[in-house]
């Protein structure tokens, strides 16, 4: 199984860029425009570490990770 780094933010211009960053040193990305779709995304279990907003419209990225680290226990927020 592929494990994955997970971008989430509501900017798309920011999740891009670090997206394009983390692609560029080779490594697996994903990326989520709120905390919503991450935890959809997180519940497929291939990610090993996120890099997420705070402030998010919807689910805040402290809400998002409380709920990740209940599927992902393991995961590095």
């Known amino acids: 199984m592929t ?3 997970m971008v989430v933010d509501d900017d798309t211009d920011l999740r891009t860029a670090l997206q394009d960053i ?3 040193k080779g490594r697996e990305v994903v990326s989520a425009k709120d905390g919503f ?3 959809e995304m997180a519940s497929e279990g291939n990610i090993d570490l996120i890099f997420m907003d705070i402030r998010m ?5 402290a809400e ?3 709920k990740i680290k209940q599927i992902l226990p393991e995961c590095i927020v």
């Open 57 to 61: 419209a919807g689910m805040d990225g």
């Open 22 to 24: 983390l692609i560029g």
């Open 37 to 39: 779709q991450a935890i």
């Open 3 to 5: 494990r994955e780094i």
């Open 64 to 66: 998002t990770f409380l």
